[in-house]
Nanobody
Framework: QVQLVESGGDLVQPGGSLRLSCAAS????????MGWFRQAPGKKREGVAC????????RYADSMQGRFTISRDNAENTLYLQIDGLKPEDTAVYYC????????????????WGQGTQVTVSS
């Protein structure tokens, strides 16, 4: 059974940092490109960053450059997202997703999804 379980979301003050994790199981993790997406209340889900399977090429949404860092540990079947300099507009549910055939920031390209972890940025 495929599972993607996100963790690490929290309530943080503006300017703070968080490291989100996504533990994968039930599929061959190192065959899949992985992505992080987020959805804020009342908004569409948007791509944050993605990372290729073996070469670990990374790509970020234009608005996410500089404060977000995606990484993966294929030995541990885990995906990470480091977020620095958090802003109130980063408040959203963050999802990880897996794609066997694509490497990009379009949600429709991903086959497997986690349930999400809530990130709230507020003073």
């Amino acid at each position: 059974q495929v599972q993607l379980v996100e963790s690490g979301g929290d309530l943080v003050q503006p300017g703070g940092s968080l490291r989100l994790s996504c533990a994968a199981s039930g599929f061959k993790f190192d065959d899949y490109a992985m992505g992080w997406f987020r959805q804020a209340p009342g908004k569409k889900r948007e791509g944050v960053a993605c990372i290729s399977s073996v070469e670990r090429y990374t790509r970020y949404a234009d608005s996410m450059q500089g404060r977000f860092t995606i990484s993966r540990d294929n030995a541990e079947n885990t995906l990470y997202l480091q977020i620095d300099g958090l802003k109130p507009e980063d408040t959203a549910v963050y999802y990880c997703a897996a794609s066997l055939y694509h490497y990009g920031l379009e949600s429709g390209e991903y086959e497997y999804w986690g349930q999400g972890t809530q990130v709230t940025v507020s003073s």
